[in-house]
Every structure is written in structure tokens, then in C-alpha cells.
């Protein structure tokens, strides 16, 4: 089952379709996406009994008309240097534990959207968003995939000089300028997947010129901490809230990470595409 949010209500989506959920649910299920997370084991029931292809109000849609699947979670959690290969080329050592951050929820943005760049060190980080589902604290590992929504592809942008410019460093800072949580274009549940736990994740950087450069190109199968270990250990701390979002980490290939440093440009687009989901754009502005 895929899920967005198509000018602001809840759809399914298959190919090129969308359908409206209020309406097709009799108004079982509202329109707002954002609170369909808090029934999510009734609303995927119900969702997984519907044949979009075949339903003749099922609706053609352009990708630009989409916002984030997820557009008001309550928490925002990053998950630093969590590939083996990115831990190496940022110089530091595998982490014991996951190292975590906010993205304060006001920088979430949808999958196609124009971003200001604030200084001149904005920097790419593919990654897999998990949206939590039921959630709930003191998850064992092995019930985690229940209490999760789904997978969307996000874009952890990060203002480097930001980001470092204190001791302890500034994460949540450097990471929550406007648009800087850009999320999307569906949320798609695990079933989808042949193997949700080996996910091919890339990006490319589109010049003015429109010549493409890939940046990143990994595979999630590369986690430190997977999936269902991240959603268990952080709600041992915090109570994982329906829609909440985990960003679970970055391949690498980031800006920061190349000799010499790379940063975004303004007139660069950015592609960030993971297998089985699909692609979000963001073009950057000065
Ligand atoms: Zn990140």
C-alpha cells in the first residue's frame, strides 16, 4: 500500500492514480493526512481491501501537486553516522549506540519544493524515513515493524557551518531551517518490499547546465543499527508518536565528506531516489 498527500488529503496511490480516502471510505477516514496515523491499524485494514487501478474515481495526478505523507509529525528524530561507509569517511568511529538528533518538526517539507539556502555550506544526506504507526514506549524489537507506518525517502539538509559552530555542536540547528526535512512522495508499507532491509538510496545533484552528478549511491542493507533496533531503543526513551518521523541515517558520498568540500549551490537541483519508493526533488535558491 502506498499513501500521500495530494494537495493536502489523504490519497492511495497506485502508479499514476490517487484516490481519495474520505471519499472512498464514506467518510469512514477524514481527509487530513496527518491523522491517519493514530488509526493506522484500522485505516491499512480497510486500505489494503481497496484495488485502486480499478476504481473509476480514481484520479490522475502530477508529482508537483503532492505535500509530505507526513505533514505535522509531532517528533523529527536524525540518526547520525549510521552506515559503516559513512562513519568511515567522516573519520570517527562506529557508534555503540545511535547517535540521535531533533529536526524540529517546522522544517518538514514536501517532495518537491524550492529551498533557500541560509549560508554557503548546505549539504545532502540521503536517506530512509521511517513513519512511525501505532508507536508506543518500550517496543521489543521484535513487535517494531507493527508499530510503523511505512518507509518515504527524505533528505537530511544540513548547514555544516552551522551544524559546527559550537561545543557541543549545534545538529538540530544546522538541520532545521525551512524545507530543510523534505519528505516523500509516498509512504509505502514493508509488504511492498522484496526486502525492505536491503533498499538501493542515491543522489544526484542537477546542474544550471543540467548535467547530472551522483553523489550518493548505497544501499540500506548497510545500516549500523536497522530498522526495527532503531524504532525499539529510541522508544525506550521517548514515546514514539503516531506520524512521528525517523530519519535512520546517510550512505556516503556527502559534500562535507569529499577532498576537496563540495556544498549546494544556488540553481543546483537535488534528486534523491530510493528503490521501491521514489524520488523527491529539491532546487535551491540563494
Ligand atoms: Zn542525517
Known amino acids: 500500500m502506498r499513501i500521500a498527500n495530494l494537495t493536502g488529503r489523504l490519497v492511495l496511490v497506485a502508479d499514476e492514480l490517487a484516490l481519495d480516502v474520505e471519499t ?11 491523522t491517519v496515523f493514530g488509526a493506522w491499524d484500522e485505516f491499512s485494514a480497510w486500505a489494503r481491501s481497496v484495488d485502486v487501478a480499478t476504481r473509476p474515481d480514481a484520479v490522475a495526478f502530477a508529482a508537483t501537486e503532492l505535500g509530505a505523507p507526513s505533514p505535522r509529525p509531532r517528533q523529527v528524530i536524525g540518526i547520525g553516522l549510521n ?21 524540529f518538526p517546522s522544517s518538514v517539507a ?25 508507536g508506543g514506549r518500550d517496543i521489543p524489537e521484535d513487535e517494531a515493524l507493527d508499530r510503523i507506518a511505512g518507509f518515504t525517502v527524505g533528505q537530511d539538509l544540513s548547514e ?15 538541520k532545521s531551517f525551512e524545507n530543510f526535512a523534505p519528505i516523500g512522495p509516498a509512504i509505502v508499507t514493508l509488504d511492498e518490499f522484496a526486502d525492505p532491509a536491503a533498499l538501493r538510496i542515491s543522489a544526484t545533484i542537477v546542474g544550471p547546465d543540467r548535467g547530472e552528478t551522483r553523489v550518493q549511491d548505497g544501499s540500506t542493507d548497510q545500516l549500523i543499527f536497522g530498522v526495527a533496533d532503531l524504532v525499539s531503543r ?30 549546494l549551490d544556488a540553481g543546483e537541483t537535488l534528486i534523491t531516489r530510493i528503490e521501491g519508493i521514489g524520488a523527491i526533488v529539491q532546487r535551491f535558491y540563494a
Open 234 to 263: 529510541l522508544s525506550r526513551t521517548l514515546e514514539l508518536l503516531p506520524g512521528d518521523l525517523v530519519f535512520t541515517g546517510t550512505p556516503p558520498g556527502v559534500g562535507a565528506g569529499r577532498e576537496p568540500k563540495r556544498f
Open 110 to 134: 514536501g517532495p518537491d519544493v524550492d529551498v533557500r539556502l541560509p549560508g554557503g555550506t548546505v549539504d545532502w544526506e540521503a536517506e530512509l524515513v521511517v513513519v512511525i504507526g501505532r
Open 83 to 103: 552506515y559503516a561507509d559513512h562513519a568511515a569517511e567522516s573519520g570517527l568511529p562506529l557508534p555503540e549506540e545511535p547517535v540521535v538528533f531533533t529536526k
Open 24 to 34: 472512498a471510505s464514506g467518510g469512514r477516514f477524514g481527509p487530513d493526512p496527518a
Open 160 to 174: 555544516r557551518t552551522v551544524q559546527w559552530q559550537a561545543t557541543p555542536a549545534q545538529f538540530s540547528m544546522g
